[in-house]
């Protein structure tokens, strides 16, 4: 029983005293000293009383030891994403940390995307993938990426590495924003999505690429979905050749009024 260990570890980290907590929680401090240090055993009213305190439930006070959970695992708990709350609405991830407990960024290349649709929820096979750093992201936030193929994403090159943040809770998929949806038969797809989940139950993917039509997926055929942080591609982008024909019609049209105003002046 993780109990003692766990509401002295949320204690600190929302930076109260016992003092504090035993008035918020109207009993003594010995009371809760004794909780802490393992010595009282609560009954069910001190047990609901911490877990209201806390947001978290009991069998998560009692059962998980808090110690072990990554920053970002925490982070999801401390805002609602418990497991014993939610049971089987909350999305589980596979996951990996660094000697100092801190989340890794897995790479899941294309030959690794085939395995990744099948084991992506296995932690003996996200622990098996490469991983690697970005000191620019955020510690309290889960990324991961991936190694997308074709032109459907253009101007993004195929064979670009495109890096996520783990969504937790799908309502907040914001529109006209691109993201990496892992599909039960397409697998790991990169698109710009429109969320249609309280009106249809689906999300409509579109590419960059207009060569591409846009179809629907419904929320039964997505295993995760990950938001669009940065990409990383060793090629060098396409010249925009619009912009470059505009700048050219622009000067030619410069020259020509020019000597326009040049036999006028004559």
């Keep these: 029983m993780y109990f003692n260990s ?6 600190k980290r929302r930076s109260r005293t ?4 035993a008035f918020t929680l109207n009993m003594k401090r010995p009371t809760l000293s004794g909780y802490e240090n393992g010595v009282g055993t609560p009954n069910l009213g001190a047990l609901m009383q911490f877990s209201e305190y806390f947001g978290i439930a ?55 995307r085939a395995g990744y649709a099948v084991g992506y929820a296995d932690p003996e096979y996200i622990r098996i993938l490469p991983t690697f750093k970005l000191p ?18 253009l101007p993004i090159p195929d064979g670009s590495y495109v890096t996520g943040e783990y969504i937790q809770d799908w309502n907040f998929i914001r529109n006209h924003h691109a993201y990496i949806v892992l599909t039960h038969e397409e697998g790991v797809v990169f698109k710009v999505v429109e969320n249609n989940i309280k009106t249809t139950g689906s999300l409509k993917l579109h590419s960059l690429n207009p060569h591409y039509d846009p179809f629907d997926l419904g929320v039964n055929q997505v295993k995760e979905i990950w938001k669009f942080v940065n990409y990383i591609s060793s090629q060098v982008p ?22 326009i105003q040049m036999k006028l002046n004559l």
Excluded: C, W
């Design 58 to 112: 009991i069998d998560t006070l009692v059962k998980v030891n808090l110690s072990t959970l990554s920053e970002s695992q925490f982070h999801q708990l401390e805002n609602g994403y418990d497991v014993f709350i939610k049971g089987s609405k909350l999305r589980v991830l596979a996951t990996t940390v660094d000697e100092n407990n801190e989340e890794n960024i897995e790479l899941v290349n294309e030959k690794a």
């Design 136 to 153: 620019f992201l955020s510690k309290q936030k889960k990324y991961r990426t991936f190694q997308i193929s074709g032109d459907s994403m």
């Design 18 to 21: 016992q003092d504090e907590v």
């Design 238 to 259: 396409e010249p925009n050749k619009e912009k470059d024909q505009m700048a050219e019609e622009l000067l030619l049209l410069k020259k020509q009024v020019q000597a």
């Design 6 to 11: 766990n509401i002295k570890l949320l204690r």
